[in-house]
């Protein structure tokens, strides 16, 4: 079974623009989390997408948004980047029929000059 | 407001003995733990789970505890191997019967080296 994949893997932005990620679940995964970890503050929840609807979100500025495809793939989206912006993306895929596990993929690193 | 804490930021072990690894949390309605290991380049791999109707949970080398009373959990690896040495992070969820088990709160994770 494929495992969690995430697109590009890496990428240089400058101030100001924006920048959209891309992530595939595991097969038959229907909840798709994203995270966003940096050294400072470690790992930290983004938001999170289950047919479609946003349905938890994190402590993030509305710059950071996010949407899921039928298909139940999905993309976020950071606007106005700034320096802080910088870091590893990672995405997140499970059953959603509970507390389940998610399945992580190996991240999106975003430098932001 | 850092929630899930681990306030080992290191731990240097001997292969063979026994690694155990600390995690604490504030937030009462955590009601589900897991611990994930990292590799530099990928993503956090899932290891092992526990509920809060449970104190242990083992899975060959793995076990967790938890002690709810304490807010605290704990990962033993026996016996460790270099193989083994990554990053640890331990992470919770609040109400998982509900729908908000895709929403996990990390901890600051501990590098784990075991010594061959």
Redesign the interface.
Known sequence: KAGVTQTPRYLIKTRGQQVTLSCSPISGHRSVSWYQQTPGQGLQFLFEYFSETQRNKGNFPGRFSGRQFSNSRSEMNVSTLELGDSALYLCASSLALGPETQYFGPGTRLLVL | DQQVKQNSPSLSVQEGRISILNCDYTNSMFD?F?W?KKYP??????LI?I?SIKDKNEDGRFTVFLNKSAKHLSLHIVPSQPGDSAVY?C?A?AN??G???????????TILTVHP
Not at chain 2, 41 to 46: M, S
């Open positions: 589900y897991l994930y380049a990928e993503g956090p791999t899932f789970s509920s992070f992470a969820v998982a019967g729908t908000s088990y895709g929403k996990l709160t990390f901890g600051q994770g």
